[in-house]
């Protein structure tokens, strides 16, 4: 397989190219899944995306398999084994946020049934319009994991190069609802 020109760097970890070919720009229709990515891309903030993606299996069990309404009613107790499990990056803001976005998704899920929906609901936008949108609903949300999550979900273009088999893939995938 041809790879974007990131994955045929010798240096890049096989962790890389399975994310790369399997999950990188692929639409995701569960709302736990969609948010357990929005919380791989803020524990990313300052580290390596590898040094993610080798721990998202301890994300995933951290986080209650990216349950929101589990993790949205995460106390103290919850937060003190989340900062003292190695297996997560421990950090206090991004866990905070974690729980905090989580309370949010519930909030628009009133509103638009769920959190994919309220996605496609303001597609297509612009990363800059993108970002001031999740701003205003979640915290730890710059521009980059903003841009990230989104191409990393479909919702931006970008995350394969037009001749990487990949991208053919995607676009055989991409709901109608995604090519507005």
């Given at each position: 397989?041809?790879?974007?020109?990131?994955?045929?760097?010798?240096?890049?970890?096989?962790?890389?190219?399975?994310?790369?070919?399997?999950?990188?720009?692929?639409?995701?229709?569960?709302?736990?899944?969609?948010?357990?990515?929005?919380?791989?891309?803020?524990?990313?903030?300052?580290?390596?995306?590898?040094?993610?993606?080798?721990?998202q299996?301890?994300?995933?069990?951290?986080?209650?398999?990216?349950?929101?309404?589990?993790?949205?009613?995460?106390?103290?107790?919850d937060?003190?084994?989340?900062?003292?499990?190695?297996?997560?990056?421990?950090?206090?803001?991004?866990?905070?946020?974690?729980?905090?976005?989580?309370?949010?998704?519930?909030?628009?899920?009133?509103?638009?049934?769920?959190?994919?929906?309220w996605?496609?609901?303001?597609?297509?936008?612009d990363?800059?319009?993108?970002?001031?949108h999740?701003r205003?609903h979640?915290?730890?949300?710059?521009?980059?994991?903003?841009?990230?999550?989104?191409?990393?979900?479909?919702?931006?273009?970008?995350?394969?190069?037009?001749?990487c088999?990949?991208?053919?893939?995607?676009?055989?995938k991409?709901?109608?609802?995604?090519?507005?």
């Amino acid at each position: 397989m041809s790879y974007c020109t990131y994955c045929q760097l010798k240096t890049t970890h096989e962790v890389h190219k399975e994310y790369h070919d399997l999950h990188y720009g692929f639409p995701i229709l569960d709302d736990n899944e969609l948010f357990g990515r929005l919380i791989l891309e803020i524990n990313q903030a300052g580290l390596s995306w590898e040094t993610i993606l080798k721990k998202q299996d301890n994300f995933r069990e951290a986080y209650a398999n990216f349950n929101i309404s589990k993790i949205a009613n995460y106390k103290e107790e919850d937060i003190v084994l989340l900062l003292d499990n190695p297996g997560i990056i421990r950090n206090k803001l991004k866990i905070n946020a974690a729980i905090y976005n989580a309370q949010q998704i519930l909030f628009i899920r009133e509103d638009f049934g769920s959190f994919r929906e309220w996605l496609d609901h303001f597609h297509p936008m612009d990363k800059e319009a993108w970002t001031k949108h999740f701003r205003k609903h979640f915290k730890f949300v710059g521009g980059e994991i903003v841009n990230e999550f989104l191409m990393s979900t479909g919702y931006l273009e970008g995350a394969h190069e037009k001749n990487c088999p990949v991208f053919d893939k995607i676009v055989e995938k991409k709901p109608k609802w995604l090519e507005k």
